[in-house]
């Protein structure tokens, strides 16, 4: 079901080949799988087998879009993606008439008789919802909350009766398609957020089996940080202290997310520095991922962030420095 020119489509985790309009997952080289990821792997993929649809719900930056992609490959059949949008419509998920299919005939095959028919039809154009009910695709349905609620009603039905309510003149002849057996679904959204979201109809969280995640558990943030930028375990666990300290500075605390451990670690790798407070370049590049997480902590109208990020440098480097080395370990192994 691969095409050998289909556009390729990565993620943090899998790799994907898009063929048409549906993605077939991939395993990555720098997947990064710890007891943590496969407890949620294991949680959710129990539910989907029987037929209950998923909800990961999570600040950003807590991996939702990319477990739900690795959860999806577990499944070993085609996805459907669809990004939440406020614009959307029931028919942008469940798909439209895009116009009218003509026909006209003239038989003048006798010279006196002249014979003329005409038939006009409506033309149909599926979405990738009915996709995935008519085939049994998987269905990652990310951020679903940025959609308003009325374009999400069409779930109700799929996810309890199994049926996909459709206009009565759509090309498949009826007003439903009963949805496939291995149709699965998995949504994600971000509690969190408070721009461009909507509130959820209590009928379809009602439906859902929701996992609320956080941040990764310290060693898994290490793992991620060292795979995706190949660097030595000791820096990686020193921007990952960093950052996880970070986290409890001003009024957003879910911030800086892995993705700062992720974008300062390769800069380290690119310019081959070291996770060191004498290393102008993990200061700088410190200084400028970091401070913008927690911007609103202020004194007298000015952000102390930069200060703030160097005594959190200068502290973590300082414990780490006294830590004692073992042959053949890294620092900080032992530390939850």
């Known amino acids: ?190 509690p969190e957020e408070y721009a461009g979201v909507h509130k959820t109809q209590d009928a379809l969280m009602d439906r859902l089996i929701t996992i609320r995640l956080d941040h990764f558990d310290r060693e898994t943030e290490i793992q991620i940080a060292m795979s995706k930028s190949g660097l030595a375990r000791e820096d990686a666990e020193t921007i990952v202290d960093v950052v996880r300290e970070l986290r409890g500075v001003g009024v957003n605390n879910h911030r800086p997310t892995i993705r700062s451990c992720i974008a300062i670690a390769k800069i380290l790798s690119s310019r081959r520095a070291r996770a060191r407070r004498e290393d102008p370049v993990f200061l700088w590049a410190c200084r400028d991922i970091l401070q913008t997480d927690t911007a609103k902590v202020t004194r007298a109208g000015e952000s102390l962030m930069g200060q703030k990020v160097m005594e959190v440098i200068g502290t973590v480097c300082e414990s780490r420095e006294q830590e004692p080395r073992f042959a053949g370990q890294g620092s900080g192994l032992a530390r939850g």
């Not at 010279?111 to 009915?130: A, G, I, K, Q």
């Open 1 to 190: 079901m691969i095409a050998k020119k289909g556009k390729r489509a990565a993620t943090s985790k899998t790799i994907a080949l898009c063929h048409e309009d549906n993605i077939v997952p991939e395993a990555s080289p720098t997947f990064v799988e710890t007891p943590y990821v496969q407890d949620l792997t294991q949680r959710a993929l129990a539910y989907l087998e029987v037929g209950y649809p998923v909800h990961f719900a999570g600040p950003a930056g807590t991996g939702k879009t990319t477990l739900a992609f690795h959860v999806a490959a577990q499944l070993g059949r085609p996805i459907s993606l669809v990004h939440g949008d406020d614009e959307f419509g029931s028919s942008d998920l469940v798909g439209r008439h895009s116009g009218y299919h003509k026909q006209k005939l003239i038989d003048n095959y006798i010279h006196s008789v002249l014979r003329t028919e005409e038939s006009m039809n409506l033309t149909w154009m599926d979405n990738r919802l009915t996709t995935a009910c008519r085939d049994g695709y998987v269905l990652i349905y990310d951020e679903f909350t940025r959609s308003r609620p009325e374009a999400n009603n069409a779930f109700l039905s799929i996810l309890e009766e199994k049926i996909l309510n459709l206009p009565k003149n759509a090309r498949f002849g009826k007003g439903y398609l009963e949805v496939h057996p291995r149709f699965r679904t998995i949504f994600t959204s971000n």
